[in-house]
């Protein structure tokens, strides 16, 4: 069994998607080990995204990701990182490919709907990140 951290950003949460997301996450076999929606402070974006800082759409990047609140996850499924990263599909929404959750739900390249870890080692750190020893008991 593997886990991936994922976010329902700020576009998915003010357009009303969050049980349309949720609902396909467990049609498709995810198990969620946690759940919570939050209001990213401008401290805790820059954070969490600081490998992007280098990149020039870091500071609107982490201005989008405070603009309202969002809804993270802990998902577990055999290979959890690629199955997301193939249900979400491209970063662009023009390119994803139909019927992934960008191509339904993303407004734009930046408002995109989602985010999921690109990697298995990531994806402990931004589950660590946002969920707490207590929050996770037992569920690693
Ligand atoms: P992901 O792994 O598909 O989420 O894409 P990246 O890791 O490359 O980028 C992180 C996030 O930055 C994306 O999900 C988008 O929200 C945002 N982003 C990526 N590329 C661009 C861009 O060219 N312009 C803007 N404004 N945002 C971008």
């Not at 690109?118 to 969920?131: G, L, P, R, V």
Request: with cysteine.
């Amino acid at each position: 069994m593997e886990q991936t951290l994922i976010i329902l950003k700020p576009d998915a949460v003010k357009n009303k998607h969050v049980g349309h997301i949720l609902s396909r996450i467990e049609q498709e076999g995810f198990n969620i080990l946690a759940l919570k929606k939050v209001h990213l402070k401008d401290k805790e974006a820059k954070k969490f995204y600081e490998v992007h800082k280098a990149r020039p759409f870091y500071k609107d990047l982490c201005k989008f990701m405070v603009s309202g609140p969002v809804v993270v996850a802990a998902l577990e499924a055999p290979g959890a990182v690629e199955k997301w990263r193939k249900l979400i599909g491209a970063t662009d929404p023009a390119q994803a490919d139909a019927n992934t959750i960008r191509k339904l739900y993303a407004e734009s390249k930046e408002a995109n709907a989602v985010h999921g870890s690109d990697s298995e080692k990531n994806a402990k750190n931004e589950i660590k990140f946002f969920f707490s020893k207590d929050e996770l008991k037992g569920k690693l």
